[in-house]
């Protein structure tokens, strides 16, 4: 494909997504331009400085002076122009636009001295982080493996790291991982830390499934459930699968996951995950959740539910919703919360109307009240049987005070140094098994929680919250399952095309004894 048209098809995807024809993400891969990444990156790229770019082109009154250029391919070669490494194409379209170019970089000139000019960026910077799967290595090699490579592990489970963390964590902020670092989280179990430019797309540890990239928000539910070794447990709305892989980690790859999910296409990703992190538990089944039958003999004794459904996403810090401006008025967001809110509900109560279930983690990647604490008690309400349990004791950022339930579920912002994440954690009020906790870094899960769990009532209220029981101390961790290094299982999530049988060179790490 040569320049020209590759910034074409850049151009088009700009001008559907502020057409609202779909997400960044989406409408790059139904691109027909197969520089997938290039396309992505510019397409990022142009929306982050579309404020500065659009700037510019005012200035120099293009819209009226050059009508047959406009759009998102004026948008991306004027980023590559002034942002970029030039534009870089010939024919007709360079002709057309190589005529403009000084008095373009002029105007640039003119908007920076005018503006203060600063590079756009994100308004809140992540750190990268990632999982260790411990389904096919231990904590302890890959921190090794990392070490030698040249980074500085930094364990912030230490009392002095702790206390610190929960110094900056009191502030607002979520710390920062300094270059050439690799934090171990003090909170959730096998997440570390990197600086939030680094890249391990092409690292050994990712493309052999050792390391899953995944924000620590997003591991939180799997943790807060922690579901026994040999249990049966279903992923309500599983694709991708980072939740599912993680859910077999902590299950030691035993038991079996029912990962439900009504897209081919996302259920065919969510395959693929599967067999990279060795998941051999995950049963991957095309169809809407909705749709499943909880008296069935497959599904009648499953006892853990994880349920992340759809949400806004409001949450996200990598979204450009922030570059685009959506024009949605405050009529428009509340019909498109109330329905979310409403399927969500129904996800949490089909949910419940399993017979065997105990445990019931529900999450978004949102933090609007509708989709959180309102989806939480209304579900209360309607089920008399079901209680909260106080999810993740440890996390200093709680729901909504003004709920009777905030108190008892987990609120996530940007400024903790994670994506934005809510989480509760139902359980039967009729069971005697023992409410769920995080687990230790070395991966193994515990079937005790630290806090008893306690009943709200389901309207929001100013009045003081209810009491929650002291917390109780954690069980030993069972041991991680042996490393293998030579020989990865293959994946009943798996489809049996010749392109999932593959084997991927495996990471040279030391060989449990």
């Not at 005070?401 to 994670?418: F, I, K, N, Q, W």
């Not at 293998?484 to 060989?511: G, M, Y």
Request: aromatic share 6%; net charge positive.
């Amino acid at each position: 494909m040569s320049r020209a048209r590759f910034y074409r098809e850049a151009g088009e995807v700009i001008d559907g997504i502020l057409a609202k024809k779909g997400a960044v993400k989406n409408l790059c891969l139904s691109s027909k331009c197969r520089r997938k990444k290039q396309l992505y990156a510019i397409v990022c790229e142009t929306l982050k400085n579309r404020e500065d770019i659009e700037a510019v082109l005012k200035d120099t009154d293009w819209k009226r002076r050059v009508p047959a250029l406009q759009g998102g391919l004026v948008l991306v070669l004027v980023h590559d122009l002034l942002f970029g490494p030039g534009v870089q194409c010939g024919g007709a379209l360079m002709e057309q636009f190589d005529v403009h170019k000084a008095e373009l970089e002029e105007a640039f000139a003119k908007v920076k001295k005018r503006t203060d000019y600063k590079p756009a960026k994100p308004k809140h910077s992540i750190p990268r982080h990632a999982r260790i799967n411990t389904i096919l290595t231990r904590p302890e090699h890959v921190l090794s493996f990392l070490e030698e490579e040249g980074f500085r592990i930094v364990d912030k489970r230490t009392p002095a790291a702790a206390t610190a963390a929960a110094a900056v964590a009191s502030d607002g902020g979520g710390g920062e991982v300094k270059v050439g670092e690799c934090v171990v989280d003090e909170h959730i179990g096998n997440v570390l830390c990197f600086p939030s430019k680094t890249d391990f797309h092409d690292h050994e540890l990712y493309n052999n499934g050792h390391l899953i990239l995944q924000q620590k928000s997003s591991c939180m539910p799997a943790a807060e459930l922690s579901p026994p070794p040999g249990a049966t447990v279903i992923d309500a709305c599983a694709a991708p699968g980072n939740k599912t892989t993680h859910l077999s980690a902590m299950m030691n790859n035993t038991g079996c996951i029912h990962a439900f999910d009504k897209s081919p296409k996302r259920l065919k990703t969510l395959k693929k995950m599967c067999e990279t992190a060795g998941a051999t538990c995950v049963k991957a089944r095309l169809q809407d959740f909705l749709k499943t039958d909880p008296m069935s003999k497959e599904l009648r004794n499953v006892s853990y539910i994880l349920a992340d459904p759809t949400c806004s996403g409001s949450g996200m810090v990598d979204r450009l919703d922030q570059f685009v401006n959506t024009d949605e008025d405050e009529t428009q967001q509340a019909e498109r919360l109330a329905k979310l809110s409403s399927f969500q509900k129904q996800i949490v109560l089909h949910a419940m109307s399993f017979p065997s279930a105990q445990h019931i983690s529900y999450s978004t990647c949102s933090i609007h009240a509708e989709e959180d604490e309102d989806v939480v008690t209304a579900v209360l309400e309607q089920s008399p049987d079901w209680e909260l349990v106080k999810a993740l004791p440890q996390w200093h950022r709680r729901g909504l005070s003004s709920y009777a339930c905030g108190e008892s579920c987990v609120r996530v912002l940007p400024e903790d140094g994670t994506s934005g994440f809510f989480l509760a954690h139902f359980r039967r009020c009729s069971s005697s098994m023992k409410p769920s906790s995080s687990a230790s870094l070395s991966g193994a899960s515990s079937d005790t929680a630290p806090v008893t769990s306690h009943r709200h009532s389901s309207t929001p209220s100013t009045a003081k919250p209810p009491k929650v029981a002291p917390a109780k101390p954690s069980q030993p961790a069972s041991p991680t399952p042996a490393f293998k290094p030579t020989k990865r299982p293959s994946s009943s999530a798996s489809s049996s095309d010749a392109s999932a049988k593959k084997r991927r060179k495996k990471v040279r790490l030391p060989v449990t004894s």
